[in-house]
């Protein structure tokens, strides 16, 4: 995974908090609550991003 630093404008940091806070909001206020998911969410997502780009299983090489 590469690291990359993201610069947000004005309108798109607000665009941000507000999914931020809806997101908090439907985990009951806990912010903690609502990062564990998110990272499992995000976690679950990479994986199939990995697999879309992984070769089929009968071109793989090695």
């Known amino acids: 995974m590469a690291d990359r630093i993201i610069t ?3 309108r798109q940091e607000a665009a ?3 999914v931020a806070d809806k ?3 439907l ?3 806990d912010p903690m ?4 998911e998110m990272i ?3 976690g679950r ?3 199939q991003l990995d697999a879309l780009k992984a070769p089929p299983l ?3 090489c090695g």
Do not use: I, M, P
């Open 40 to 42: 499992v969410l995000n």
């Open 33 to 36: 609550k609502a990062l564990k």
């Open 23 to 25: 997101f908090v909001a």
């Open 16 to 18: 941000l908090q507000a």
């Open 27 to 29: 985990h009951k206020g």
């Open 58 to 60: 009968g071109k793989r």
């Open 8 to 10: 947000l404008d004005s």
């Open 45 to 47: 997502l990479q994986e």
